[in-house]
């Protein structure tokens, strides 16, 4: 459904902040003196545009409250700089976190803004060597940067890509590491890992999460304690802003996000896991 106004109020679009953290997430605030489940993630999990994203759903059907503590355009680095969220995990019955994408998070390359991690703070020098061409005085955000360096030297940029790799998998791992109770890897996209780096690019940098591929997953799943994948078909995909609501002026950004279809995808394959673990 568009509309050009929206009430984000009706739409559920409350959000909160948790202990000491400055962050606001996306409500409704879970009563967190019962027992509950943890949600970290980026985007999808926080279900932009999305008036009830699947953590609400599993809310429902575990009759627990399901804390959403995704945040728009989260990387590892997010979670790893909260040490109040990590405290929440630690309460909590299961963790669920939705793997993000490579793109955004610091490494040996350039810098990220610490919360948000899609923000492109500095090249360090070994990325200034080499491009040296590449004036970054202008560049801002992560996937600017990404699309300009492919641009000027694809055999380049696979070494940034191999880079961010490594970084991820060494970043997850921290992550999984710090959270002391039951964990969830969840892969919720179009297509299964093995094929995340296939020719069906978005901006020509490839489908979310971003340069995240099966040996990368296989690298830290033995560390969660479930993995959950949810391949979802092309064409739910492409219908999912049907179910979404979002100005005109968001129809493109729209288009791009998961929708309800997915999120109930997710719910569905999720929910008997999560039964399991509580």
């Known amino acids: 459904m568009k509309h050009d106004r929206i009430d ?5 679009y409350s959000l909160y902040r948790h202990g000491k953290s400055q962050t606001r997430f996306r409500g409704p605030r879970p009563d967190l003196r019962r027992s ?4 970290l993630g980026g985007t999808e999990t926080f279900g932009k ?8 759903h599993l809310q429902r059907r575990l009759h627990m409250p399901c804390a959403n503590f995704s945040v728009i355009n989260a990387g590892v680095d997010f979670y790893l ?17 939705g793997i993000m994408g ?16 899609d923000r492109f703070i500095a090249p360090s020098k070994i990325l200034q060597t080499l491009y040296k061409e590449v004036d970054f005085t202008d560049i801002h955000f992560t996937g600017h940067l990404l699309q300009k360096l492919a641009e000027k030297n694809p055999i380049r940029f696979d070494i940034v890509v191999e880079e961010l790799k490594i970084a991820w ?10 959270i002391k109770g039951k964990t969830v890897l969840l892969w919720a996209a179009d297509h299964p890992p093995a094929d995340s780096l296939g020719l069906a690019a978005v901006d020509g940098m490839g489908p979310d999460p971003m340069f995240v591929d099966q040996a990368m997953v296989d690298a830290i799943s ?3 304690t479930e993995v959950v994948e949810c391949v979802v078909d092309r064409r739910a995909h492409d219908a999912a802003a049907k179910g979404m609501v979002y100005s005109m002026d968001e129809a493109g950004t729209a288009r791009l996000m998961p929708g309800p279809e997915i999120h109930q995808a997710v719910t569905d394959k999720l929910g008997p896991v999560l039964e399991r673990m509580v």
């Open 8 to 12: 984000r109020g009706s739409l559920d």
């Open 36 to 39: 509950y489940c943890a949600f």
């Open 49 to 56: 545009y999305i008036p009830f994203p699947f953590t609400q």
């Open 81 to 97: 700089n909260d040490p109040s969220v990590l405290m929440a995990t630690t309460e909590a019955k299961v963790t669920v976190i």
């Open 102 to 117: 490579a793109q955004n998070l610091s490494n040996r390359f350039y810098k990220v803004h610490p919360r948000r991690n």
């Open 169 to 178: 998998i060494a970043r997850m791992t921290s992550l999984l590491g710090r």
């Open 222 to 224: 033995p560390m969660a």
